[in-house]
Structure formats: structure tokens, C-alpha cells
């Protein structure tokens, strides 16, 4: 990014979109964002602004989700999480994810047009804590590589069968960690430049401005509408992933 009144547009336009959408639904601010940040910024500002914002994001919606979080449902996928976010910041550092992103995206796509054309998905009941985990290790790998912190989470969560706000408890406090986790690894890594922190302050008020509009938007969804959302926001975000 060169600084320009357009770019510096544009990032602020892709801050607060992201931020709306990350409000209503829960997840997909570094879906929204990364779609236009990738054109005037580098892959790994990409991902440590993804993630740097996103906890704020995340971490504010859980704050307000505070006293409905069920750490029964949380612990599996946390666990899981702490041991595929340090496998998947390594994998950022040495490796080109485009195919990983590639890959996630075409199954994205291939889900979310399933399950819209056949909204009747009986609930999954098995697997318990153990796939809860290794759902939560695939997710913390995928976080640490992209700064996509939620989206196989959030496939689960819907898969359960879990109402929407279940559904927020536990995928947004796993992102939360997820962020945190993948901060402290890409920190350690002395990836963080002065450049991106600039960015990161400019972007703030448009990122509360946008958090803040979503939420109000997410208090008018009914269960099937919600369910909609998320599906169509995996859709896009496939869609994304893979051009």
C-alpha cells in the first residue's frame, strides 16, 4: 500500500464492511476485508490485520455474549485450537497458502450450495468432545495460515443443529483464541512492522462503526434468516477463496 487517498479508501471501505458482516454473523471479517485488502496489501499484513482486528471484533461480541458461554462446549475446541494455530503460522511463514485458500474455498462453496438447496440437514449427534477437538485443530490450523479464525467452527456449529445464539457462543470465543493465539505466534515471529501498525490504528473507528451497526442488524434475525446468512456468507466466501 503506497499511501494513496484511494487505497487508504479502500482499506477503510474493506475495514468496515468486514466489521458489519462480522457483527451480524459472527464470523467472515477477514473474508469481507481480505477480498479487497489483498489488492493493495501484502499477504502477511493481510493475515496479522485479519487477526489483529478480528479479536477486537470477536472479543467485543463475546464480551456482550459473556453470560450465555457454555465452557462444557468450549473446552474440546479450544484444546484442538492451541495445538493447529502454531502448525499453521509455520506453514504461513515458509509456505504459499494459496492453495490451502484454494482448497478451502471450493469446499466452502460446495457446502453452503448444499445445504441452501436442502435446507433439511438432520442434526449430527456423534463424535462428541473428540471431534469437537479435532474440528478445533483444523480450524486453528486454517486461522493460523489465513487469519480466518471461524469458518470451519461455524460449519460444525450449524451442523449440530445448535440455535443461532448457541451457535455464537461457541464460535466466536473460539475465535477469539484463535486470534490471540495466532497474534502471540506471528509476534514471536517478528512479523509485525510498523506499517501495519499504523494501519491497524488508522482502521479503528470504522471497525467499532462497523462492529456496532452489524450487532444491531444481528437482534432482527429469526433462526432461519440467520441460518440463510451464514450460508450465503460461506458462499461468497468460498467464491472468494478461490478466484
Given amino acids: 500500500m503506497d499511501g494513496t487517498t484511494l487505497e487508504l479508501a479502500l482499506f ?14 459472527g464470523f467472515a471479517f477477514g473474508l ?28 467485543y461480541s463475546v464480551w456482550k455474549l459473556r453470560g450465555a458461554l457454555d465452557w462444557r462446549k468450549l473446552w474440546s475446541f479450544m484444546a484442538g485450537a492451541a495445538f493447529g494455530v502454531p502448525v499453521g503460522v509455520s506453514v504461513l511463514t515458509w509456505a504459499n497458502p494459496a492453495h490451502v485458500r484454494m482448497g478451502v474455498g471450493a469446499f466452502l462453496v460446495l457446502y453452503s450450495l448444499y445445504a441452501l ?24 490450523v486454517l486461522g493460523g495460515i489465513t487469519g480466518l479464525a471461524g469458518i470451519l467452527v461455524t460449519i460444525w456449529c450449524s451442523l449440530r443443529g445448535w440455535p443461532k445464539d448457541v451457535q455464537r457462543t461457541v464460535f466466536q470465543p473460539v475465535a477469539v483464541a484463535i486470534f490471540l493465539m495466532s497474534a502471540l505466534w506471528i509476534g514471536a515471529k ?11 490504528l488508522i482502521g479503528l473507528p470504522v471497525l467499532f462503526a ?5 450487532l444491531k442488524l ?26
Avoid at 517478528?190 to 491497524?200: E, R, S, V
Avoid at 451464514?230 to 458462499?235: E, H, P, S
Fill in 32 to 59: 469481507i476485508a481480505s477480498a479487497i485488502w489483498l489488492y493493495i496489501l501484502t499477504p502477511l499484513q493481510t493475515a496479522t490485520l485479519i487477526i489483529a482486528f478480528g479479536l477486537i471484533v470477536q472479543g
Fill in 210 to 214: 462497523g462492529t456496532w451497526a452489524g
Fill in 218 to 243: 444481528y437482534g432482527r434475525l429469526d433462526e432461519a434468516s440467520f441460518r440463510r446468512v451464514v450460508l450465503v456468507l460461506l458462499l461468497v466466501s468460498g467464491a472468494v477463496l478461490i478466484t
Fill in 117 to 140: 438447496l436442502r435446507p433439511a440437514i438432520a442434526p449430527v449427534k456423534a463424535g462428541g468432545a473428540l471431534a469437537d477437538a479435532g474440528i478445533g485443530f483444523l480450524n486453528g
Fill in 12 to 25: 477503510l471501505l474493506a475495514t468496515f464492511a468486514g466489521a458489519l458482516v462480522a457483527g451480524l454473523s
Fill in 190 to 200: 517478528g512479523a509485525i512492522t510498523p506499517d501495519t501498525i499504523k494501519l491497524f
